[in-house]
């Protein structure tokens, strides 16, 4: 059984699973408001290793799973008191003690999902700020990075010339709006260069990145599998509203994005990358300016495919699910 | 307790010390035909596991035109 960490409005999981049920294999597709309860553990004497998790009223042998994807999100185990919305009535220090009881739990069960076949990582795994010091330790080009909570130091780099983006250190801010429209709107930070900056007077700032602005010839992003990468450039720097962050999209006018040929050196350095990283699936973000370079900015372990293999047609949701049914 | 307030697109731009992307947060620009899709998608999965035998995925492989909708 092929076993599916996903959200409940992931249409790329959609895909995947159309793909799977064209095989004989079966699936199981679990949602992160999802909650498995672990029935038992037990590591036999003859090194079997039995563990009963129990899912909606179904039970299943973690034997059962023959692979796993982790598209979006964790393992979310419940117990007793949450089943019985008992938790609130409990002393807080029990609470936090159960509570490190249970994380231990998922560990253990990440731990031993994971060592089947699986595809994709915890998002927590990796965080972006070691994968730039890992690409860089590679020997790929990364952005000149600025991460401080002093904004003299923004403002130096800003005198020198240099034209500067910020965005999370993590993944994007987003929030819904909380106003009393009908219609709920999601409010979210892109990447932005930054102009005409006024510093806070007399206020630490928390930290915050800050990155040289490239002057883009065209953005990559790579989708990456079984070893191999699918690229695809994206046309976004001519467009005012995509130049600096090609998700701001825009839909009138959508940048054009098409298939694309890595160099070698750069698909060995990132293929070497992500064996570091220990990730056998991720989008990678690139950008490659004008004058050539190839900068490399983030890998996301979750990352979106599908808008990879449409317009390059790739066919990403088949391999996918050939990996996943062992094809 | 004191009740947290809620906060506005401006707030958040405001806000003293906050991350300095907090300036530029802005509202989505959608598309309203990905909108309508991923509605449709949440109320067809919201809920749990889905085994074969259950999967509602071939409506949304019609609805988005799915050229290699398995048989």
């Known amino acids: 059984m092929v076993l599916i960490i996903s959200q409940p409005n992931d249409l790329s999981t959609v895909h995947i699973i159309d793909w799977i049920n064209n095989s004989d294999v079966l699936f199981c597709r679990v949602n992160s408001t999802d909650k498995f309860a672990s029935r038992s553990l037990k590591f036999g004497k003859n090194q079997k290793i039995e563990w009963t998790i129990e899912l909606r009223g179904r039970s299943f042998n973690i034997d059962d799973i023959t692979s796993i994807w982790i598209r979006r999100g964790e393992f979310n185990l419940v117990n007793v008191y949450e089943q019985e919305n008992m938790t609130e009535s409990l002393d807080r220090g029990i609470r936090h003690h159960l509570q490190n009881e249970m994380d231990s739990l998922e560990g253990s069960m990440h731990f031993l999902v994971e060592s089947h076949r699986c595809l994709g990582r915890a998002a927590s795994h990796i965080d972006k700020l070691t994968v730039l010091l890992c690409a860089r330790n590679r020997g790929i080009d990364i952005p000149q990075t600025l991460v401080t909570s002093d904004d003299t130091e923004i403002e130096n780099w800003l005198a020198e010339g240099q034209r500067i983006i910020t965005k999370s250190i993590s993944n994007n801010f987003v929030k819904l709006s909380e106003d009393n429209s009908e219609e709920v709107k999601s409010w979210i930070t892109y990447t932005e260069e930054i102009t005409g900056f006024n510093k806070d007077q007399n206020q630490r700032r928390f930290p915050s990145l800050i990155q040289e602005k490239l002057d883009k010839d065209f953005e990559l992003r790579i989708f990456f599998l079984g070893g191999e990468f699918y690229s695809m450039a994206i046309f976004s720097q001519l467009d005012e509203q995509t130049s600096t962050d090609f998700r701001r999209y825009n839909h009138k006018n959508p940048n054009r994005m098409v298939p694309f040929d890595l160099p070698e050196e750069i698909s060995a350095k990132l293929k070497s990358l992500m064996e570091k990283l220990d990730l056998n699936t991720g989008s990678i973000d690139m950008v490659v300016t004008r004058d050539k370079r190839f900068v490399f900015l983030e890998v996301n372990p979750m990352g979106q495919f599908g808008m990879v293999s449409m317009p390059c047609n790739y066919n990403l949701e088949k391999k996918i699910a050939q990996f996943l049914t062992c094809k | ?71």
Not at chain 2, 53 to 67: E, F, G, V
């Open chain 2, 1 to 71: 307790m004191k009740k947290k307030k809620k906060s506005s697109l401006d707030d958040i731009r405001n806000l003293k010390g906050a991350p300095l992307n907090y300036r530029f947060i802005r509202e989505v620009e959608s598309d309203p035909t990905a909108r309508n899709i991923a509605k449709f998608a949440e109320s067809t999965f919201h809920s749990t596991t889905k085994y074969r035998l259950t999967s509602m995925a071939k409506p949304i492989s019609r609805l988005i035109n799915h050229k290699n909708e398995p048989k």
